[in-house]
């Protein structure tokens, strides 16, 4: 179970920094086009916005992430606890 969970955030992760790369592209050329008066800040507005998005649920994967891995060493017994100082 915990490896699934973390094969599928791995996935998950490559698939949303591609995403955000190409959303990150599309706010240039949106801005491009406003800048030669062939858009609106209404649609600068929204692709931020899909870029925004993009990012907050990338960190939200990566934090599944970190936590199915913390889970899969537990499960396999190695996982490390950490000695206080």
Not at 39 to 50: P, V
């Amino acid at each position: 179970m915990a490896v699934n969970q973390w094969r599928t955030a791995y996935n998950q992760i490559l698939i949303f920094n591609q995403t955000i790369s190409d959303l990150q592209k599309l706010v240039q050329d949106e801005q491009t086009l406003f800048n030669n008066g062939e858009s609106s800040l209404f649609l600068i507005n929204y692709c931020e916005s899909s870029y925004i998005d993009a990012q907050v649920k990338l960190i939200n994967t990566l934090a599944q992430s970190v936590k199915s891995k913390l889970n899969l060493e537990f499960d396999l017994g190695i996982l490390q606890q950490k000695k206080p100082l």
